[in-house]
Nanobody, 120 residues
Framework: QVQLVESGGGLVQPGGSLRLSCAAS????????MAWYRQAPGKERELVAN???????NYADSVKGRFTMSRDNAKNTVYLQMNSLKPEDTGVYYC??????????????WGQGTRVTVSQ
């Protein structure tokens, strides 16, 4: 089975930076899409950024110009570089992947989440 493991969250001051990582493991044939979502306290989970197999990226308007998503295909890992962080960026960040596994089944897999707190 496929597992996604996020890391890199923590406490940072406003204006600071963090880099989140999401590593996929398992019997993966291909990764069609990887995405970052976040959920702030009392709010619905929202899409932050995604990257498709061709390498193109998309970002929520609220993070454009501040966040950058990238990937390392050899490691089946994606990253989210977060700069100029604001208190409203606080929340649990989740990695999601649409993958094709060894049986050639399409799966949607979620990671466990990593908490980001932007505060003085």
């Amino acid at each position: 089975q496929v597992q996604l493991v996020e890391s890199g969250g923590g406490l940072v001051q406003p204006g600071g930076s963090l880099r989140l990582s999401c590593a996929a493991s398992g019997r993966i044939v291909s990764i069609d899409l990887m995405a970052w979502y976040r959920q702030a306290p009392g709010k619905e989970r929202e899409l932050v950024a995604n990257i498709i197999s061709g390498g193109s990226t998309n970002y929520a308007d609220s993070v454009k110009g501040r966040f950058t998503m990238s990937r390392d295909n050899a490691k089946n890992t994606v990253y989210l570089q977060m700069n100029s962080l604001k208190p409203e960026d606080t929340g649990v960040y989740y990695c999601k992947s649409n993958v094709v596994v060894g049986s050639y089944r399409n799966l949607e897999v979620w990671g466990q989440g990593t908490r980001v707190t932007v505060s003085q």
